[in-house]
Structures are given as structure tokens and as C-alpha cells.
């Protein structure tokens, strides 16, 4: 079935770095690509989302890249701080948002060392 | 503004037990959908609902029942528990009409299965 690849599963910065997290996706009609974050006891919440006709799309220290040719989308962190520490999900939707179905990558646990 | 909330927080079951999982938002949002979290696979669709009176499967519906009466409220129901079960239940709803785009995340229902 269609799926997406998310990776490294796990990922360790220093404060002031940047961090980059990728994910692969299998279906060609997916339009919508979203990125979570997730605390630790909490529920993910949206941080950045992207729709298959935009290449590229920033909000402060983050930003979103996809390349819809090689099926792949990523997300860049520049100048992490010790709160940016939790597990990040990809996700895209099977066919179209409107379909219903959105499927998650396997999540990337990142630390920020101060 | 409440958001969207779960009840209970954590739950222990026994094997072929049932029960049912209480989803509500006050946001009038028309899209639900029930997900579940296991370390390592990320998130995985249960349910889905684009309005009342609509549900549809996601990638892992076997087991576990939903019905939508009304906007507010998407119960899940586990009619006959298994261990394979054991899992962190999240309850998420979309402020873009009947789409799945930018989820609202419930805190979501620690579920042990004994």
C-alpha cells in the first residue's frame, strides 16, 4: 500500500545548529504534506504544512522543501534551541486532502544540546 | 475554547472487555478522525468522518467501531479488546472543511490491554 519513509528516526544537535529531517512518499496524486511536532505527553500539533504546488515555504526558523518529481519532501530547523527538542512527523495525504486520508512518516526524535 | 478533547486519559482493559473511547471539539469542525500510536510505526488512521453521518476506514479499522451523530462528538468503540490493542489513541479534527489539512490534536487515551 502507499506509505511514507521518514528518517533518521532518531537526530542530536547542538544548540545553534540547524537540523534536517526527510521523508519519501509512494503516492503521486498526494497534494498536502504537513509537518507535527510532538511533546512529550502531549498530542502533535502543526508546525508547517506544504501543498504539492509550492516548491518551498518558510515560517521563521523553519522551512519546508518539496520536490514532487522525486517524491520527497524535508524539513530544515536553522538555529535550534533546547524547546525545539521532540518527535517530528511527516505526513501526506493519499490522493487529495479532500479523500481523507493523510499518512504519517515514523516520526524523528530530535535533542538539542545545550 | 476547549479545543478537542479525550476521555479517559488512560485505561486498562481486559482481554475481550469492551468500551468506547469519547472524542468531542467545540470548534464545529467537520472533518474527525481517530488515530493510533505504537513506538516505532508512528501514527496510523483508524477512522474517519467528513460530517455527520459519515464515517469511512482509514489503514487499520479492524477492531474498532465509530459512528458520527453529530458534529461534536466521534466516539470509537473497542467491541472485544486484544492486547494487540495496547496502544495511545489520539482524536484529531481539520479547521479546513472536510479536509484533513491542519489537525487539531486531541491529548489523547493511554489504552493497556491485559
Known amino acids: 500500500g502507499e506509505n511514507v519513509e521518514q528518517h533518521p528516526s532518531t537526530l542530536s544537535v547542538q544548540e545553534g545548529d540547524s537540523a534536517v529531517i526527510k521523508c519519501t512518499y509512494s503516492d503521486s496524486a498526494s497534494n498536502y504534506f504537513p509537518w507535527y511536532k510532538q511533546e512529550l505527553g502531549k498530542g502533535p500539533q502543526l508546525i508547517i504544512d506544504?501543498?504539492?504546488?509550492?516548491g518551498e515555504k518558510k515560517d521563521q526558523r523553519i522551512a519546508v522543501t518539496l520536490n514532487k518529481t522525486a517524491k520527497h519532501f524535508s524539513l530544515h530547523i536553522t538555529e535550534t534551541q533546547p524547546e525545539d527538542s521532540a518527535v517530528y512527523f511527516c505526513a501526506a495525504t493519499l490522493g487529495s486532502s479532500n479523500t481523507g486520508k493523510l499518512i504519517f512518516g515514523q516520526g524523528t526524535t530530535l535533542q538539542v544540546k545545550p | 475554547n476547549a479545543g478537542v478533547t479525550q476521555t479517559p486519559k488512560f485505561q486498562v482493559l481486559k482481554t475481550g472487555q469492551s468500551m468506547t473511547l469519547q472524542c468531542a471539539q467545540d470548534?464545529?469542525?467537520?472533518?474527525m478522525s481517530w488515530y493510533r500510536q505504537d513506538p516505532g510505526m508512528g501514527l496510523r488512521l483508524i477512522h474517519y468522518s467528513v460530517g455527520a453521518g459519515i464515517t469511512d476506514q482509514g489503514e487499520v479499522p479492524n477492531g474498532y467501531n465509530v459512528s458520527r451523530s453529530t458534529t461534536e462528538d466521534f466516539p470509537l468503540r473497542l467491541l472485544s479488546a486484544a492486547p494487540s490493542q495496547t496502544s495511545v489513541y489520539f482524536c484529531?479534527?481539520?479547521?479546513?472543511?472536510?479536509?484533513?489539512?491542519?489537525?487539531?490534536f486531541g491529548s489523547g487515551t493511554q489504552l493497556s490491554v491485559l
Open positions: 484529531a479534527s481539520s479547521s479546513v472543511g472536510a479536509t484533513n489539512e491542519k489537525l487539531f
Open positions: 470548534m464545529n469542525h467537520e472533518y
Open positions: 506544504i501543498r504539492s504546488n509550492v
